[in-house]
């Protein structure tokens, strides 16, 4: 199992009113696995793709990466873990609009420690796989919003990371362009034996999903 967390518990407090979000959660993802997670608004989905992610740190349980547990480790090794074994996809993209789509993603890239030539070469053999190479110096403002996607994921793919964690990748996507970038995740996740993640209202999803999961009132339920 190359993500698992187990018993994740996460409380918010403000003055003296306590707000549970997650209630002991266990969730694990397997090398190759889609898992889909759904649930209404509020009801602690991207809590939990966060505290999974190594973004969050939950207030109890833990999360384990390849075997080890976030919490034995130094901020520097969490921060080394998320950024060598985690792929995060977002609904908004967040490109830098300045750069073209391969400079963004090797920038991405020069994130996870890679510069020079070598950045370059595997920025443009992610440019390629999802299938930007016409537009590989093109600025986001110029891309529709499928294509914005797919630099996104490309961004996501740097490095071989294990998990690519995706919070509502298609919400801001048409029905067509969001069925794309869905076979799209289905390949990276089946081809490079990636675990995928996806928190989404989208029932697409499902049609990619080796298994579903829902969330509500904080605790998971298997659909």
Do not use: W
Not at 87 to 115: I, M, R, S, W
Request: net charge neutral.
């Amino acid at each position: 199992m190359i993500l698992k967390g187990q018993a994740i518990t996460k409380t918010y407090q403000e003055g003296r009113v306590v707000t549970p979000v997650l209630k002991g959660v266990d969730f694990g993802l397997e090398a190759g696995e889609i898992v889909a997670l759904e649930g209404p608004s509020g009801s602690g989905k991207t809590t939990l793709l966060q505290i999974l992610g190594c973004i969050l740190s939950p207030s109890a349980g833990h999360v384990e990466v390849l075997g080890r547990r976030i919490s034995d480790q130094s901020s520097r090794a969490q921060a080394e873990l998320r950024r060598r074994h985690f792929g995060f996809v977002f609904q908004q993209f967040n490109l830098f609009p300045a750069l073209t789509v391969l400079e963004n993603v090797e920038y991405a890239l020069n994130l996870k420690g890679l510069d020079g030539p070598v950045a370059r070469r595997e920025a443009e053999g992610l440019v390629e796989a999802v299938g930007l190479v016409d537009r590989a110096h093109y600025l986001p403002r110029d891309l529709s919003g499928g294509q914005k996607q797919r630099v996104a994921i490309a961004r996501a793919m740097g490095g071989n990371p294990s998990v690519i964690l995706a919070d509502e990748p298609t919400a801001n996507l048409d029905s067509q362009v969001g069925s794309q970038i869905l076979e799209l995740f289905r390949t990276i996740a089946k081809s490079s034996m990636r675990g995928l993640l996806v928190v989404t209202h989208d029932p697409k999803v499902r049609a990619i999903a080796d298994r579903i999961v829902s969330i509500h009132d904080g605790l998971i339920q298997v659909v």
